[in-house]
């Protein structure tokens, strides 16, 4: 193929002169091989290059000797973890050199003095980089910088203008992961900055106020990267650069120069931000547009699971919709619809009506595809078990004496029992029979204690003795009860995801209540009012996408306990039981969700003082009881999800 001579000037506008490019090649080997030699000692002389292989830029015959002086120190932290540091210079034609020993980073400036306000040691451990201590002192005619520094670490240096930026990165943020072949080749390599990731083939670079857009091509050249740079890119930089990947030293210059690149394919475009920002914009304003000037259609979209409402709201963010076919519109230039574009519902056949350009209707119409798909359902399946054991036993007497004495004709009697009426009637009548010349004995029954057994159907043993008119009475009571209970309760319930769902099984139990005046003559109205004892099952599904279910649910079991008399009517008493919680669960797996335990022991003791303290006979002046009793509720769950498959129309 034939290349014109404008095109050959094309090409001759980026690619500097093959005699330059030779020139400038080789003074990069020269660099590059002064680099992989010994580093020399702490102020010997550098390796010098040969005047033909310096740029021109670089030579320094062609450097003005004007006066230069620090006169800015300033340190950062950067990304990764990485100590910044900034030295600024009052003039052009600074000539760092940095080295790296053992113990940090020596700078070096042999043309630039120090003045003596920034001759002072500056801690800067709170950045937490791997640099703990900065030192400037002036070393005859010039400035050493010494970066004090902790653990491993890797640098790198930059000049932009009258700025010297060096960049001190702890190892383990810059870690080169290498890639090696069966035979032992290095195939590739990756370094971490920050959140960025290089891997690119190492470079070192030593660059002396080289033009950027002959770095741009050297940095293409080894990259064997297609890179085209714009008119626009412009000025020098200075680089020492060691061993970095070569994107990153690619990253390291457009950084210092304000510049930005694009990838199309295989090929690189740099130019300036505000460049590049300005032709993004203009395609944006070029697609919207022709997005303006596009013929409108209109598209019918059939909603199968989902609501069309709602879908429409979804898309427009706050669409109106109407029953009919013709439905009102949506909010203009909304959601996923342009600006000219609308949308409507139909409630009746669930169906979109969507007015818009071809290419939106096509991205609403796969979008609704993704949404209106069956939603998965659940099985929800609890257990509430109640279980109660009691015991009592009680052991309670009665015990009582009672009788008259006299002789005829005789008007004194005694009489004696349990309490004073008993005592009182007994002498009575006696009175009454000494005063008729007769002998009689009226007895009557009378006890001196009056403990049985409380608990009903108890059992009893009596024992009456009478004799000379005299009456003994005795009587023991026993009851021993048990019992033991199980209510279980197992209610089901079948939901989609996301969707609250309620069961109720139970009674409402009624009661009688008074309403109105009650005062000055009024009437009061009774009205008949309701109790519910139910149980009830309330829970929101909600799938994972790993397959758990988060249940959110309330579970209540109420029954009646008894009743309370109010002199109108009884009102029923409710035992509650209820849980409220959220939990995520394995797909049918059984988790018990809340348990109570209850447990009672009580013991009671009714006795006369002194009297029930005789030993043996003490027993007939006491009652004992005792009653426990246990209780317990546990509530399991136990969900199953049901996948339901889309059926595809043909």
């Known amino acids: 193929m034939t290349v014109t001579q404008a095109q050959r000037a094309r090409h001759a506008r980026f690619l500097p002169g093959r005699a330059a490019l030779a020139g400038l090649a080789a003074g990069l080997l020269a660099a590059s091989a002064a680099q992989a030699a010994p580093m020399p000692a702490a102020g010997a002389a550098l390796p010098l290059m040969a005047a033909s292989q310096l740029p021109a830029a ?8 004007g006066a230069v002086s620090v006169s800015k120190i ?29 113990s940090g980073v020596v700078i070096d400036i042999g043309n630039a003095s120090l003045p003596p306000s920034l001759q002072k040691p500056l801690d800067v451990t709170d950045f937490a980089t791997p640099v703990q201590r900065i030192d400037a002192n002036r070393i005859g005619n010039g400035t050493r910088v010494v970066l004090d520094t902790r653990g491993a670490f890797e640098s790198m240096a930059y000049q932009t203008g009258n700025d010297y930026i060096v960049e001190v990165m702890p190892r383990a943020a810059a870690a080169a992961a290498t890639a090696v072949t069966a ?64 994107d990153q030293a690619l990253d390291i210059v457009l950084r210092a120069k304000g510049l930005d690149k694009r990838r199309s394919g295989n090929v690189i475009w740099v130019a300036p931000q505000s460049e590049i920002a300005k032709y993004e914009q203009d395609i944006q304003n070029a697609r919207l547009a022709i997005e303006n000037s596009a013929e409108m259609v209109t598209e019918y979209i059939p909603i199968s699971y989902g609501n069309a409402e709602d879908i429409a709201n979804l898309l427009t963010e706050n669409s109106k919709g109407g029953s009919g076919a013709g439905g009102a519109n949506a909010a203009q230039g909304r959601g996923f619809l342009s600006p000219r574009g609308s949308i409507s519902y139909d409630q009746r056949t669930n169906t979109l009506l969507v007015i818009d350009i071809p290419k939106r209707v096509a991205d609403i119409r796969q979008l609704v595809n993704e949404l209106d798909k069956p939603v998965d359902q659940v099985v929800i399946e609890a257990r509430i078990v109640v279980a109660n054991e009691s015991f009592a ?7 009582g004496i009672s009788g008259a004495t006299g002789k005829p004709g005789d008007r004194s009697s005694l009489g004696y029992g349990g309490d004073l009426d008993s005592s009182g009637s007994n002498a009575q009548s006696r009175a009454d029979a000494v005063m008729e010349g007769e002998r009689a004995f009226d007895i009557s029954r009378s006890l001196m204690t009056n403990l049985p057994s409380t608990l009903g159907g108890s059992g009893a043993l009596a ?25 279980i309760s197992n209610p089901r319930i079948v939901t989609s995801n996301q969707k609250e769902a309620t069961i109720q099984q139970g009674e409402e139990i009624g009661y009688l209540t008074l309403t109105g005046a009650g005062t000055a003559g009024g009437t009061q109205v009774p009205q008949v009012q309701f109790k519910e004892a139910v149980l009830e099952l309330k829970v929101t599904p909600t799938i994972t996408n790993d397959g758990r279910v988060f249940l959110d649910m309330s579970v209540k079991k109420d029954e009646v306990a008894g009743f309370v008399d109010t002199g109108v009517g009884q009102v029923p008493r409710i035992a509650k039981r209820s849980v409220d919680t959220a939990v995520l669960m394995e797909d049918g797996q059984t988790v018990v969700i809340g348990g109570v335990y209850e447990f009672k022991d009580q013991q009671d003791l009714a006795k006369i003082p002194f009297l029930a303290d005789i030993p043996v006979l003490g027993n007939l002046f006491k009652r004992r009881g005792r009653d426990r009793s246990k209780a317990e509720l546990l509530i399991m769950v136990t969900p199953k999800v049901i996948r339901v498959a889309q059926h595809r129309l043909h």
């Open 58 to 65: 670089a030579d320094p015959a062609r450097q003005l000797p």
């Open 183 to 246: 035979t032992g080749q290095v195939v590739g390599s990756a370094t971490t900055v920050g959140e960025r990731s290089y891997s690119g083939r190492p470079v070192t670079f030593n660059f002396q106020d080289v033009p950027v857009r002959a770095v741009l091509q050297i940095i293409a050249e080894e990259a064997k990267l297609n890179l085209v740079a714009s008119d626009t890119v412009a000025g020098n930089v200075t680089l020492r650069l060691i061993n970095v990947p070569w």
């Open 74 to 102: 300033d340190f950062r932290r950067g990304e990764g973890g990485a100590g910044q540091l900034v030295l600024s210079f009052s003039n052009d034609g600074a000539t760092p050199d940095l080295r790296n020993e053992s």
């Open 393 to 399: 036993r009680e052991l309670g007497a009665r015990f």
């Open 463 to 487: 024992l009456s003795i009478l004799n000379a008119g005299h009456m003994l009475d005795i009587e023991l009571s026993a009851l021993q009860q048990e019992g033991r209970g199980e209510v």
